[in-house]
Structures are given as C-alpha cells and as structure tokens.
C-alpha cells in the first residue's frame, strides 16, 4: 500500500509573500471597489496601498525571470506609448495659462508609475484562488450599488452634478472591470456566471445613473460580440477605429459647426460648439492651450459651462496635435497587445477597452484623477487576468499517488 506524504517545503518567506499578495489583491479589487460607493476618497488609498503590498510581495520571493517580465511591460508598446504621452504633457506645463495643472499632473504621473511598477512585478501566473477574487469583488459591488441606490435613495448633490459623484464613479468603475471579471469566468467555462455578472453590473449602473455606463456597457458588448471567434482581426480593426476617432475629432466638430452654426440638434450640440471654438482658435489648436487648461478655463470662468467634457475634446484642446496623435497610439496599441492573448479571453477584453473608450468619448470622466485611478486599477486586472493559471479540470494525480492501487488477482 502506497500513502500519499505531503512535505512542507514552504520557506516563511514564500507564505508571507502569498500572504501579501493575497491581501494587496484583496484590497484592489474586492475592497476598492466597494469602500468608495459610501465613501468618496477612498479610493485613492486603497490603490497605493494595494499596489505597495503587490510589490512587497515580489520583492520577498523574486521569482525566475521576473526581472525579464518587468522589462518587457516597460518595453510595450502601450507602455511606450503611454509614455510619449506622459512626456508631451508634462512639457506643455511651460504654456499652460494656470498654476493647479502642475499639482495634477504629478499625481497623475505617481499614479501611472506605480500601476505600470504592480503591473509589472505581478506573479508571472496567477493563481485560481487570487484570480477568483476579481469576479467576487465585482460582485459584491454590483450587490452594494443597487443596494445602496434601493434602500437609501440618495440625494444628489451641487458637487455631484457638476462632477460625478461616488454611486456615479462606481458604476462607471464597474463597467470597465466587469469585462476582465467575465473574461477570468468564462476562460474556465462558467459562462452562465459571466452572463449573470454581466446582467447584475448592468441593472446596478442604470440604477446608480452613472452618466454614460450604459452607452459605454452597450458599446462593449458590441465589440464583445464583434470580436467573438476572430480576435486579432477585430483587434486591427478597433485600433484603426479608435485612432481615426480620436485624430479626425476636430474635422467632425468643424463639419458640425459649419452645417448647425446655431440651433444645433441636442445630439450635436457640443460638437458643434467644438467646432466654433476651433474657428475661434484657428492654428492654435494643433499646439494645444496646455494641460489642465479646458478644466481650469472652465471652472475660472473663462469657458462656458457648455464646453465638452470628453476627454478627446480636452487631450486635443489641452495637448493638441502632438497629444492626440499620442493618445490615438496609446488606444491602438492597447487594442493590438491585448488582441495577442487567448482566444478564449481576447473578446472580453477588447470589450473592456471598447467600453472605457466610450465613457472617453462621451465623458465626463476626462482626465480627472479618480477616472485616472479607476483605469490604472483595470490596467492591474487585466494584467491580472492574462497571466491566469486557467484549468477546466482537475489535475490527474500521477500514478502511485493517491488512493492504493487494488491488488491484482
């Protein structure tokens, strides 16, 4: 009779490090996501902390060609491109006509520096009992919102009006890591859980009238439907579609302005406003006013309330040309990079992009630092999601483990 012995090769820091990264997982996607519907700032805590605990983590175990695997995240070219972009902004600081931009942009820089540092320190694989975390949290989310929005009816307030308030910013964050969240289900075949998770995030985000989650919800799933079965060829085709949105924006806003110079119908009307502040500025608009300058304009005073709030309005008023070429690059080499992944798990995240997209396109997110946070934290989850260890079966047991094999006769 042959007995399965198990050895407990485990060195104290290896389980701390488990510990950690368990915990940092914990916090980013189950508590992060359900801590900011009651309380507005939160946030921005549990990020660095979660971040920070991610990579206290990496650094008790390094493991075998995790110096290779953080090279090549600061070597893609989403990364890259991120990076042009980041570099251009900062650079248009010496123009900006305001003083709060600069404040801004070096939280935004931290930001980005330390999700880019958790992104590429994470496990080169994921376990099932981490990965499962992401679909629980938003869950539990999608639970809180409605809960929330049902029971209590909140009252809106000014500052929520003006700019999004926390049931808002939820729902808009949930519709963003839904999509990673369906993907980590359904690559392990668990699809009526994906399509469950799927309906609940949506009922949430229409009751918690988060401005634009819908429209960003359908557009993801269009693309989701898109991209089923021919991954790669939608990919090429979504990155040449978001670049020519976001590089031919200003030609559609002039177009508009010239066919609706007033009484433009509702749908056009911010285009068309667009497009007269485009006849107004005339060359300056391929240099761009600086960054922060459509936020800071607006709330001094120097912009009318009814200046457009997308972010592709702000990157090409803010950063001009040179930005929005950047920021066309960095959607299109996003849409490239996760294109490459398992086919399985492709469609659902080039949903995700299509549908953070959208909520660019029709704002108000725009560059404001909670949207910023938000995106960084399903920049993780995706990480997260393509390094996963997916199996639909259990693992076979070699043979002389397990139970005794019975004697032959």
Same mark, same amino acid.
């Given at each position: 009779?042959?007995?399965?012995?198990r050895r407990n090769t485990?060195?104290?820091?290896?389980?701390?490090?488990?510990?950690?990264?368990?915990?940092?997982? #914990?916090?980013?996607?189950?508590?992060?996501?359900?801590?900011? $519907?009651?309380?507005?700032? &939160?946030?921005?805590?549990?990020?660095? $902390?979660?971040?920070?605990?991610?990579?206290? =983590?990496?650094?008790? &175990?390094?493991?075998?060609?995790?110096?290779?695997?953080?090279?090549?995240?600061?070597?893609?070219?989403?990364?890259?491109?991120?990076?042009?972009?980041?570099?251009?902004?900062?650079?248009?600081?010496?123009?900006?006509?305001?003083?709060?931009?600069?404040?801004?942009?070096?939280? $935004?820089? *931290? !930001?980005?520096?330390? @999700?880019? /540092?958790?992104?590429?320190?994470?496990?080169?694989?994921?376990?099932? =009992?981490?990965?499962?975390?992401?679909?629980?949290? +938003?869950?539990?989310? !999608?639970?809180?919102?409605?809960?929330?929005?049902?029971?209590?009816?909140?009252?809106?307030?000014?500052?929520?009006?003006?700019?999004?308030?926390?049931?808002?910013?939820?729902?808009?964050?949930?519709?963003?890591?839904?999509?990673?969240?369906?993907?980590?289900?359904? +690559?392990?075949?668990?699809?009526?859980?994906?399509?469950?998770?799927?309906?609940? &995030?949506?009922?949430?985000?229409?009751? =918690?009238?988060?401005?634009?989650?819908?429209?960003? /919800?359908a557009a993801g799933a269009?693309? #989701?439907?898109?991209?089923?079965?021919?991954?790669?060829?939608?990919?090429?085709?979504?990155?040449?579609?978001?670049?020519?949105?976001?590089?031919?924006?200003?030609?559609?806003?002039?177009?508009?302005? +010239?066919?609706?110079?007033?009484?433009?119908?509702?749908?056009?009307?911010?285009?068309?406003?667009?497009?007269?502040?485009? =006849?107004?500025?005339?060359?300056? &608009?391929?240099?761009?006013?600086?960054?922060?300058?459509?936020t800071w304009g607006v709330?001094?005073?120097?912009?009318?309330?009814?200046?457009?709030?997308?972010? $592709? #309005?702000?990157?090409? #008023?803010?950063?001009? @040309?040179?930005?929005?070429?950047?920021?066309?690059?960095?959607?299109?080499?996003?849409? /490239?990079?996760?294109?490459?992944?398992?086919?399985?798990?492709?469609?659902?995240?080039?949903?995700?992009?299509?549908?953070?997209?959208? +909520?660019?396109?029709?704002?108000?997110?725009?560059?404001?630092?909670?949207?910023?946070?938000?995106?960084?934290?399903?920049?993780?989850?995706? *990480?997260?999601?393509?390094?996963?260890?997916?199996?639909?079966?259990?693992?076979?047991?070699?043979?002389? /483990?397990?139970?005794?094999?019975?004697?032959?006769?």
């Amino acid at each position: 009779m042959s007995i399965l012995s198990r050895r407990n090769t485990d060195e104290p820091a290896e389980e701390a490090a488990r510990l950690l990264l368990r915990i940092g997982v #914990f916090l980013l996607f189950v508590v992060s996501l359900i801590a900011p $519907i009651l309380a507005r700032q &939160t946030v921005y805590v549990l990020l660095p $902390i979660g971040a920070a605990l991610l990579l206290a =983590s990496a650094t008790l &175990t390094p493991e075998e060609g995790s110096a290779r695997s953080m090279r090549a995240s600061l070597l893609s070219p989403p990364f890259l491109a991120a990076l042009l972009l980041v570099a251009w902004t900062a650079l248009s600081l010496l123009w900006t006509p305001f003083e709060g931009p600069a404040e801004r942009f070096a939280k $935004i820089a *931290a !930001t980005l520096a330390l @999700v880019a /540092l958790a992104t590429g320190f994470l496990p080169l694989r994921t376990k099932t =009992s981490n990965l499962n975390l992401l679909p629980i949290g +938003v869950a539990a989310a !999608t639970i809180a919102l409605a809960a929330v929005t049902l029971l209590l009816k909140p009252q809106y307030t000014l500052d929520d009006i003006l700019d999004v308030g926390p049931l808002g910013r939820a729902g808009l964050g949930l519709s963003l890591l839904v999509w990673p969240a369906m993907g980590a289900l359904a +690559v392990r075949d668990r699809w009526y859980w994906a399509a469950a998770l799927a309906v609940a &995030t949506a009922l949430a985000c229409y009751l =918690s009238r988060a401005p634009n989650a819908m429209p960003a /919800l359908a557009a993801g799933a269009a693309v #989701f439907a898109a991209s089923f079965g021919r991954a790669q060829a939608m990919a090429a085709a979504i990155a040449a579609l978001m670049a020519a949105i976001v590089l031919l924006a200003p030609l559609a806003a002039y177009m508009a302005h +010239v066919l609706w110079p007033e009484n433009s119908p509702a749908f056009f009307r911010h285009l068309a406003f667009w497009g007269e502040m485009i =006849s107004a500025d005339g060359w300056r &608009t391929a240099i761009g006013h600086g960054f922060g300058a459509a936020t800071w304009g607006v709330l001094g005073g120097y912009l009318t309330p009814a200046t457009p709030r997308s972010l $592709i #309005f702000k990157i090409w #008023f803010d950063l001009g @040309v040179l930005g929005a070429a950047a920021a066309a690059l960095v959607a299109a080499r996003a849409s /490239l990079f996760v294109g490459q992944s398992r086919p399985a798990l492709a469609p659902f995240l080039l949903g995700g992009i299509g549908s953070g997209f959208a +909520v660019c396109l029709f704002g108000p997110a725009a560059e404001q630092l909670w949207w910023l946070t938000l995106a960084g934290l399903d920049a993780i989850a995706y *990480a997260l999601v393509m390094r996963g260890q997916f199996r639909k079966r259990l693992p076979q047991l070699p043979a002389g /483990l397990g139970a005794p094999a019975e004697d032959s006769a």
